[in-house]
Antibody
Framework: EVQLVQSGAEVKKPGESLKISCKTS????????IAWVRQKPGKGLEFMGI????????RYSPSFQGQVTISVDKSITTAYLQWNSLKASDTAIYYC???????????????WGQGTLVTVSS | SYELTQPPSVSVSPGQTARITCSGE??????AYWYQQKPGQAPLLVIY???ERPSGITERISGSSSGTTVTLTISGVQAQDEADYYC???????????FGGGTKLTVL
């Protein structure tokens, strides 16, 4: 069974750094892109960026370029989302999701992690 | 930047058919995907490649495409279908993805 299990909720102060994780299992980690998606309280889904674990190539949505860093650790089949200096506006639920691909055709983001709530408040 | 446009809300009575549209200029050239999100849960893929249904998704859910609009159809709507539904696709060069604003389906 393919599973993505995310790290637990975080409460941080503005200006602090943070790295949240997405532990994967049940499939070949290096052959599927992994995306990060933000959902602010009561709002819709926002695509942040995506990474290919095979070579760590990361692509970012223009809205998030320079604001976060996406990385992986192949040895433990885990993806990460990192901030150097959090802002109150970063308060949201963050989801990781595998981009399912069959014969080079994208079959959508499936499955998703359970989400990590990040609260940034002074 | 590329945008996908969905109606904010759709309401139907139980047993009726719900149709949720998603419009975007690149949809004739890029596949669309649909996700269902219930309160407190992660999104769930319900349609991929415009019309395909993942294993385990009810046959009451279907997708269609016409020009710059894709449509998610839920037939015989039940209370359990009440959720937010999001369309998603890729931009021109398929390097970035985008989600529609979401549609709240209310079962009256």
């Amino acid at each position: 069974e393919v599973q993505l299990v995310q790290s637990g909720a975080e409460v941080k102060k503005p200006g602090e750094s943070l790295k949240i994780s997405c532990k994967t299992s049940g499939y070949s980690f290096i052959t599927y892109w992994i995306a990060w998606v933000r959902q602010k309280p009561g709002k819709g889904l926002e695509f942040m960026g995506i990474i290919y674990p095979g070579d760590s190539e990361a692509r970012y949505s223009p809205s998030f370029q320079g604001q976060v860093t996406i990385s992986v650790d192949k040895s433990i089949t885990t993806a990460y989302l990192q901030w150097n200096s959090l802002k109150a506006s970063d308060t949201a639920i963050y989801y990781c999701a595998r981009r399912n691909t069959v014969n080079s055709i994208v079959h959508g983001f499936d499955p998703w992690g359970q989400g990590t709530l990040v609260t940034v408040s002074s | 930047s590329y945008e996908l446009t969905q109606p904010p809300s759709v309401s139907v009575s139980p047993g009726q058919t719900a149709r949720i549209t998603c419009s975007g200029e690149q949809l004739p050239n890029q596949y669309a995907y649909w996700y269902q999100q219930k309160p407190g849960q992660a999104p769930l893929l319900v349609i991929y490649k415009d019309t395909e249904r993942p294993s385990g998704i009810t046959e009451r859910i279907s997708g269609s495409s016409s020009g710059t609009t894709v449509t998610l159809t839920i037939s015989g709507v039940q209370a359990q279908d009440e959720a937010d539904y999001y369309c998603q696709s890729q931009d021109t060069n398929a390097t970035s993805s985008v989600f529609g604003g979401g549609t709240k389906l209310t079962v009256l």
